[in-house]
């Protein structure tokens, strides 16, 4: 009894000792932050991680709050021979007028990276002490870091945020708004080859379009370089350095977070930032990039492991639930296909395999010769940046031959990559769609979508079909489609994957052969029911995908869902109920071996 008694005194002083979590219970998490792709100025709030370094009253550079007490920033904006400590603004829109949400603290340690080099720019980033704790709120929370092990290949996408300038020695102009630019990775190989071998270290990270046109400037010096995996944004990158702003083939330099995991943690050993693995999947293109001088990648990054299998239906920056026509953002509807004919947008289509576009026979009644025929797929805007697309040639068309309605299948030439931004969706081999559920449709049309023809959604509801047949027809409410959408998909999601319904026929109220059903009576539109041709697609693709489960998750990755974050320093699935009723039980236990 004594034994237990020592046993029960002990465990209570354990759980009677405050706990030291990580900051993985709040970071990456601003409450204000729906960005997907985006517009110039920061909404408040969206990026509260953001932090202002400040002279004489006056920004001078970037940081992040990276737990309650300390700001991770880029080793050149505080390693002048100035004595005087900056002063570090939270919390800030602008930097011009009110700023309600605000507060300050002055800096009482520099730690800069002893590796840190001016004249290669090599291992830019250093760490600053805040005079006292920061309480967290909707405006002021920390950013998750990448964990050691992470992988951004290339074409991930990122955020920067700053207030420097919006060009080359054009200033940002008043109230001088806190900015924010979105930006794919660039592999270092190709930024390599843009900057000249051995400039860019395994401590870079790069990112820009290769067109020119975004990027972060000075003043952004210092700051954040985000991506979202999941519900977390995860820093990737501290502005560090480039040539000039924004200029074709040389995009901004970042210091490589994740190759700080162990220097950081060794300074701040309480309460530790949130390190977090990002995980780049499918394959990184920027091991094809060669360039004079370039040597050719380690033989240890080639595939050496089966395969992941493909599933159909996940759509990572997908969150649509309910709403109404709007404009479409950016992997919002992965599996949208652009058929094109001399450089124009003339048909929609959705991938439904590695390498294979499902469309609207109608489309190619005209001409039907393949080689006159390319797929784009990862588009967003018909003009205009599109820094996740790409451009696949098409091998053969297949028409579906049955009496009234048909479809047509495009083999592509080569695989794409698949991504946040390009992934297939599943087809209707049978499922019910129930009356009243909420489905979608997409495309693209002239007149709609402003100047750059941004992709439009529509949602609907499904309806009762009356007289027509429900094993071959889906019934929807009314919304308006033009030339362009034909081809596109109707698409309703059961548990976490979505399915293609129907295929979309702009125009058409009749049931001639070669076309895609689609009548309307009344307030009621007609589609036929993909799994109508079954047959057809089942001997025509080679193989159909299947989604990667049945539940009702909505968390998925580029191709599967529910993948589990890799964490380091504390736990995500910690439930704090568990742990009070746990120590009750434990405390209603040792009262009564003491009674």
Partial sequence: ?????????????????????????????????????????????????????????????????????????????????????????????????????????????????????????????????????????????????????????????????????????????????????????????????????????????????????????????????????????????????????????????????????????????????????????????????????????????????????????????????????????????????????NGSHMCGGTLVAEDAVLSNANCFSSSPTPSEWTVVLGRLRQNGSNPFEVTLNVTNITLSNLTGSNVAVLQLETKPTLSDYIQPICLDNGLSFSVNSTCWAAGWSLGRGGEEQVLQEFQTTVLDCGNASTTESICTGVFTLEQGDSGGPLMCKQGSSWFQAAVLSAGNNSTSQNSTRQTRMEDVMVFTKLSTFQDFLSQTLDGIISPASTNNSTNSTNTTTAMPMTTSGGSLTHSPFVSILFNLLVLLLCLNLFS
């Fill in 1 to 341: 009894m004594a034994l237990y008694k020592v046993i029960c005194v002990a465990t209570l002083l354990a759980l009677l000792t405050p706990e030291s979590h990580s900051q993985l219970d709040v970071c990456g998490r601003p409450a204000l932050n729906t960005r997907i792709v985006g517009g110039q100025v920061a909404p408040e709030g969206s990026w509260p991680w953001q932090v202002s370094l400040q002279r004489s009253n006056s920004h001078f550079c970037g940081g992040s709050l990276i737990n309650n007490q300390w700001v991770l920033t880029a080793a050149h904006c505080v390693s002048s021979t100035s004595t005087r400590s900056p002063t570090v603004i939270l919390g800030r829109q602008s930097q011009q007028g009110s700023n309600p949400n605000e507060v300050s603290r002055t800096v009482t340690q520099t730690i800069i990276h002893p590796n840190y080099n001016p004249s290669t720019n090599d291992n830019d980033i250093a760490l600053l002490r805040l005079s006292s704790t920061v309480a967290f709120s909707n405006f002021i929370l920390p950013v998750c870091l990448a964990a050691s092990d992470s992988v951004f290949f290339n074409g991930t996408d990122t955020w920067v945020t700053g207030w420097g300038n919006i060009g080359s020695g054009v200033p940002l102009p008043p109230p001088q708004n806190l900015m924010e630019v979105e930006v794919p990775v660039v592999g270092n190989r190709q930024c390599n080859c843009d900057y000249g071998m051995g400039t860019i270290t395994e401590n870079m990270i790069c990112a820009g379009l290769r067109a020119g046109g975004k990027d972060s400037c000075q003043g952004d010096s210092g700051g954040p370089m985000v991506s979202k995996q999941g519900v977390r944004w995860i820093q990737a990158g501290v502005v560090s350095f480039g040539i000039g702003c924004a200029r074709p083939n040389f995009p901004g330099v970042y210091a490589r977070v994740s190759q700080y995991q162990t220097w950081i943690n060794s300074i701040i050993t309480t309460n530790q930032p949130g390190f977090v693995t990002f995980t780049s999947t499918g394959t990184d293109g920027d091991l094809s990039v060669t360039c004079p001088g370039l040597l050719p990648p380690p033989t240890t990054l080639a595939p050496t492991t089966t395969p992941q299998p493909v599933f159909c239906g996940g759509a990572p920056l997908n969150s649509r639930i309910l709403g109404g026509d709007s404009v479409a953002t950016a992997g919002v509807w992965p599996w949208m296909a652009s058929l094109q004919k």
